[in-house]
């Protein structure tokens, strides 16, 4: 990695894209620290730092610490990351999102200015929503229209800024814009939750016993790095053989190839579905006070809670950890099914003659990359459990209450990987042009 960063500084035009990122992020981090006028920052807070809403925590961490500020980014880039998810999904249901995909570039960009759309139709709603639960908890300074209004019109231009960022860092800058900025605000919170936990289990401990508390602490989050960019790079790579044509007096074809096939084909998406749908109604009923009481839906909302999974004095909640893991697997295996096409692939390969050895092409190509497809997906979708499970598990039964978990590593591996990918790829451009002018 560092190797790869010194040598993209010594490329003027890829030195000058690095740079860019660079700056755009400290903006973007300033931003942050800008809180919304017409909110009491301080009431925000102390009500923020009592719940025990673990989904608060994982808001916290991807908006860089913006939600608990209250700051004009509070809401960050989550409306867009919805939204394109959304867009996604409908491009498979809808036939007229689907044909303008196939457009090329001109559908792209309708598709991109319609989720635009959506981005700030939904940042509008979420500010609403916000706007209406703090006027009911008393957290604003005054409770009155205009500032209701400038409330949700700070919040929605904030949401439309960053989105705009992320779009300039991705044509002028390195990787994917909305991933880095995502990347850094859950970075930006790391060095918070380290300080927690060396409060928690390090601090007033004698030298032997916090010496034994920080090599767990570093040999845990190491082993998760690890099998998380383990997990992001491993693949079933299918063999494809191409017959040889005859054209004119030349044979041409007959190369070998390989289909390859993620383990795990959803990336983070099966992790973020669940954790949105377990975690949106207990921050709804956060905000608005609802979730006060010892009746059936209070149980309810505590079953759904991540703060309570795990716990050896409350073990019943902990239904909501397996309802949680099922969630992920279930979600793995639909958005998987709705990005990858098997009987789409075969069709390809058997128009361009190819074939897989020892396969019929067709439908018998089809079924089989169906079966690869199930056991490879089940596969990702276990060690995308264990990554969401081993933070949970040491929150509930130690404690150790911390915003970044198994979501946040996959995030910040998967991007840092793949904007590493973009700049080695930017620089064997630049190699194969000065070859070629030479």
Known sequence: MFETLRNAFRVKEIRKRILYTFFMLIVIRIGSQLPIPGVNGDLFAEWFKNQTANGLGFFDAVTGGSFLNMSIFALNITPYITSSIIMQLLTIAIPALEELQRDGEDGRKKIVKITRFVTIALALVQSITMVVGFSRSGYLTQNNPLTWIMIVTSLTAGSAVLMWFGERITENGVGNGISIVLTINIISRIPNDLSALGKQFVSGKSIPKGTVAVLIIAAIIIAMVLFVVLLQGAERRIPVQYSKKVQGRKQVGG???YIPLKVNTSGVIPVIFAQSIMQTPVIIASLVGANQGTGFWSKVLAGLSQSNWCNPDQPVYSIGLIVYILMIVAFAYFYTQITFNPLEIADNMKKSGGFI??????????????????????????????????PIFFNGVFNADVSFGGTSIIIIVGVIIETLKQIESQMKVRYYKGFLTD
């Open 255 to 257: 190369q070998s190839t």
């Open 357 to 390: 050895p020892g396969i019929r092409p067709g439908k018998p190509t089809s079924d089989y990359l169906n079966q690869i497809l199930n056991f490879i997906v089940f596969i990702g979708a276990v060690g995308l459990s264990i990554i969401a499970f081993v």
